[in-house]
Structure formats: C-alpha cells, structure tokens
C-alpha cells in the first residue's frame, strides 16, 4: 500500500515581512553519512511553495547531498545512509509505504551536467510519461509542445522534433533536460548547479526560465555563484563545512536580508566572497 503524496493545506508560517508561506517540503533534524563520514547535521528547514530557495556554502558542505535527500535520490549511493524526516505535504517521504516514483514525480531533478538521453528530443521529453502512463499520440503531442514551452526551448526545436538531443547545444540540453522533467507535472523541481556548465548567455537564460517556472513551480538550486543566488532566489540557506560544524545549517532567511545584513558573521564572510 503506497502513501497518498498529493497536495494539501498546511500550517502557515509568518516571516518579518507578514508574508503568509506554505511549506511544501519539511525537513527535520536531518543527517547524513557517507559510510563514517558525516555530510550533514541535524539540519531544520523548511521549502515554501512558489519560491526559489538557494542552497549555499564552500566545497564539501553537504549542499548536493542535501538536494538528493528531497527525492531520495541519494540512495542510489548505496553507502548513503539518512537519519531524520523529509515531508513533502505533510507526508514522509522515507516512510517504508511511501510511493517512491511519486515521489521522485513530484520532485523533479536537474544535475550540473546536461543528461539528455541518445533519443529523439519528443522522446526525451515523453521519457518519464510512458514509464507512469501510456498516453495517447495526441497528448503525448500536446505535453511535448507543452514542455518545450514552458523550457523557453519549443521555438528552437519545433521543425526538427525527431533530431538527437545530442545534436543540441550545452545550453539546449540543460532546457530539454528541463522539459523532459516538467512534462510529468512535478510540484518541486531541484537543480544543482544547472548553470555551472554553461556558458553566459545560457546561464542567463536558465536563470530568466527559472523565474518563469516559479510561477507553477517550488524551485530549490544548489549553486556556487552568489551573484546568481542572489538574482533568482527568495530564500538561501548557507551550509557551514568548517571542522567542527561540517553539514550544519548556520542560516536560513530571505535572500535580500541575507545578502545585506546576515546575522552570523560566517555567512557574512562567505557572501562577501573572504572564502568558500
């Protein structure tokens, strides 16, 4: 029997700026290990809908494994192993009942690296489709032209459907990566560092795309640049991988406060660029 994982009402939380927030995703003292190794420690956060919250923080702080744990990709490595609670509307995505391609349905994944499949670009982007349904020509048709839309990429692509994604550009890729993922309706969409890749025209189209799909979308980005961090994110959260703080969450606020005036002198340090 698999866990209902389908929208509902949550409590609401109330920042400085009144702004009433519905979390969709709810982390709980949440740790993780590499074997011995700890990535993560007791990190408390919550994903609110419809924003884009940054993860940010120097090498070896736990940023991409965190981004894994929201949609259990993590485990995948099989050497992973997660203490805590993760709840995407209000239900526990690592409950033993948990349905675990809904999940990973609702939460879609973008990796630095484009990853287009050796297939058409309609079969791209219907890939994920056909494994959860068997649609008909028509929608399939629709939800193709649908995604491509919605990844700025359809006016590109819509005279050579049948071309390899191979054949396109490292900036195309990453937007029909982009599709193949909104094509299975997620609620989330997790990115980590999808612009690192990327030349800069590409990266400012990614990122002028992700303010488009916040619009229908929870967007969580992993990312190293804190110029991009502060143009397309809400929130930020800043992982700390001092020695004795590895994997620990230091701060978590709204993008604009933490960019100007963060309150731990760490995080202070690091948006200033004095290390990381």
């Not at 990973?104 to 630095?112: A, D, S, W």
Request: net charge neutral; aromatic share 6%.
């Amino acid at each position: 029997m698999s866990m209902s994982l389908s929208p509902q009402q949550s409590s609401v939380r109330s920042t400085s700026l009144e702004e009433s927030l519905t979390p969709v995703l709810r982390v709980r003292d949440l740790s993780c290990f590499y074997g011995r190794t700890k990535a993560l420690e007791a990190v408390s956060m919550e994903i609110y809908e419809g924003k884009v919250t940054a993860i940010i923080g120097p090498s070896g702080c736990g940023k991409s494994t965190f981004l894994k744990t929201l949609n259990r990709i993590g485990e995948m490595e099989s050497n992973l192993r997660i203490q805590g609670k993760i709840e995407l509307f209000g239900k526990d995505i690592y409950d033993r009942k948990v349905n675990l391609n809904l999940v990973r349905r609702l939460v879609g994944m973008i990796f630095q690296q484009p990853n287009p499949f050796a297939m058409s670009i309609f079969d791209n982007v219907v890939y994920g489709v056909r494994a959860f349904s068997r649609p008909r020509e028509s929608e399939l048709n629709r939800i193709v032209e649908t995604s491509l839309k919605s990844a700025a990429l359809w006016d590109e692509v819509k005279d050579n459907l049948d071309g390899s994604g191979l054949d396109l550009s490292g900036g195309q890729q990453q937007r029909l990566c982009i599709a193949r993922a909104l094509a299975v309706s997620p609620k989330v969409l997790l990115m980590d560092e999808p612009c690192s890749a990327l030349d800069p025209i590409a990266t400012m189209k990614i990122e002028s795309l992700i303010r488009e799909l916040q619009k229908k979308l929870t967007i969580v980005i992993v990312t190293h640049n804190m110029q991009q961090a502060a143009r397309v994110s809400d929130y930020t959260a800043f992982f700390s991988a001092d020695e004795n703080r590895i994997g620990q969450l230091v701060e978590f606020d709204q993008t604009a406060q933490m960019f100007m005036e963060a309150s731990q002198q760490n995080t202070r340090d690091y948006v200033a660029g004095r290390f990381g």
